[in-house]
Nanobody, 124 residues
Framework: QVQLVESGGGLVQAGGSLRLSCVAFGRTFSAMGWFRQAPGKEREFVAGINWSGMSRYYLDSVKDRFTISRDNAKNTLYLQMNSLKSEDTSVYFC???????????????????WGQGTQVTVSS
């Protein structure tokens, strides 16, 4: 059974850091990404990475603060979040694309598997 399990969320003060992790069970994936959804808002793309890790793409507002990475030996995806702001408060979701060899996408419907989400709350 394919499953994505996130962890690492929590409450942090503005300016602080958190690292999210997402372990993939059941298979390996090519492109993976992080999305987030704040209350009353649509889910949005945050960061994406291809299989090798050589290609990464970010939402403009997080580009200089967040870093996406992966450890394929551990089947784990990461999101290092630094200089957190109150507007980063959201539920963060890990997502993966089923097809082999596909690249990063910012489109929700291109992702086939989703984690359950982990809450990140940044207090100002």
């Amino acid at each position: 059974q394919v499953q994505l399990v996130e962890s690492g969320g929590g409450l942090v003060q503005a300016g602080g850091s958190l690292r999210l992790s997402c372990v993939a069970f059941g298979r390996t994936f090519s492109a993976m990404g992080w999305f987030r959804q704040a209350p009353g808002k649509e889910r949005e793309f945050v960061a994406g990475i291809n299989w090798s890790g050589m290609s990464r793409y970010y939402l403009d507002s997080v580009k200089d603060r967040f870093t996406i990475s992966r450890d394929n030996a551990k089947n784990t995806l990461y999101l290092q979040m630094n200089s957190l702001k109150s507007e980063d408060t959201s539920v963060y979701f890990c997502a993966a694309r089923r097809s082999v060899g596909v690249g990063i996408s910012t489109t929700l419907s291109d992702y086939d598997y989703w984690g359950q989400g982990t809450q990140v709350t940044v207090s100002s």
